[in-house]
T-cell receptor, first 115, second 112 residues
Framework: DGGITQSPKYLFRKEGQNVTLSCEQN?????MYWYRQDPGQGLRLIYY???????QKGDIAEGYSVSREKKESFPLTVTSAQKNPTAFYLC??????????????FGEGSRLTVL | GESVGLHLPTLSVQEGDNSIINCAYS??????FIWYKQESGKGPQFIID?????DKRQGQRVTVLLNKTVKHLSLQIAATQPGDSAVYFC???????????FGKGTTLSVSS
């Protein structure tokens, strides 16, 4: 089945450690996104990529890094510079047509807890 | 700046009632809006979308209304069921057309 796979589902990290969250899609979508969700909050955009080897910062990119070496993969690294990394991380993809991005298809999320 | 908000963080209804979830947006130039449903611990799921050249769009048991004059979006759910209990988010496309900007969400609780 086509979809978006995020891993791991749960992750624990000690302060000062970098951690990488995986996101893979087999929908043949050009655009991919990372959002962060905190309790009682909406989704805030971290980074997005409209095409391979290109990505842009979202609203809260500080302390995060991404790469887009393959169309189907968009890993997110949460670095030690991120002050408050404990959150629920959501990856999404979309078809990006001439009119702009449309419906986002989301993965099931990765919950990161910093101990 | 771009921001999307919802009027009420929680909404409680009885099974069988109609639910209305509201959302206010700030960017008058936004051309695309979308509603998502998120169940606990899961990723958001698409419900319905609407473009700015429309005022209303209907799906199965759901209707989205767009009032561009007051920059207001609403989601109506007919005959609400316990399975509709979730957090509902509205979102608008950003000015560059490259991403969606989400509101904070309304938690809908349906009691039997």
């Amino acid at each position: 089945d086509g979809g978006i796979t995020q891993s791991p589902k749960y992750l624990f990290r000690k302060e000062g450690q970098n951690v990488t969250l995986s996101c893979e899609q087999n929908l043949n979508h050009d655009a991919m996104y990372w959002y962060r969700q905190d309790p009682g909050q909406g989704l805030r955009l971290i980074y997005y990529s409209q095409i391979v080897n290109d990505f842009q910062k979202g609203d809260i990119a500080e302390g995060y890094s991404v790469s887009r070496e393959k169309k189907e993969s968009f890993p997110l690294t949460v670095t030690s510079a991120q002050k408050n990394p404990t959150a629920f991380y959501l990856c999404a993809s979309s078809i990006h047509g001439p009119g702009g991005t449309g419906e986002l298809f989301f993965g099931e999320g990765s919950r990161l807890t910093v101990l | 700046g771009e921001s999307v908000g919802l009027h009420l963080p929680t909404l409680s209804v009885q099974e069988g009632d109609n639910s209305i979830i509201n959302c206010a947006y700030s960017n008058s130039a936004s051309d695309y809006f979308i509603w998502y449903k998120q169940e606990s611990g899961k990723g958001p799921q698409f419900i319905i979308d609407i473009r700015s050249n429309m005022d209303k769009r209907q799906g199965q048991r759901v209707t989205v209304l767009l009032n561009k004059t007051v920059k207001h979006l609403s989601l109506q759910i007919a005959a609400t069921q316990p399975g509709d209990s979730a957090v509902y988010f509205c979102a608008e496309r950003n000015q560059a057309g490259t991403a969606l900007i989400f509101g904070k969400g309304t938690t809908l609780s349906v009691s039997s």
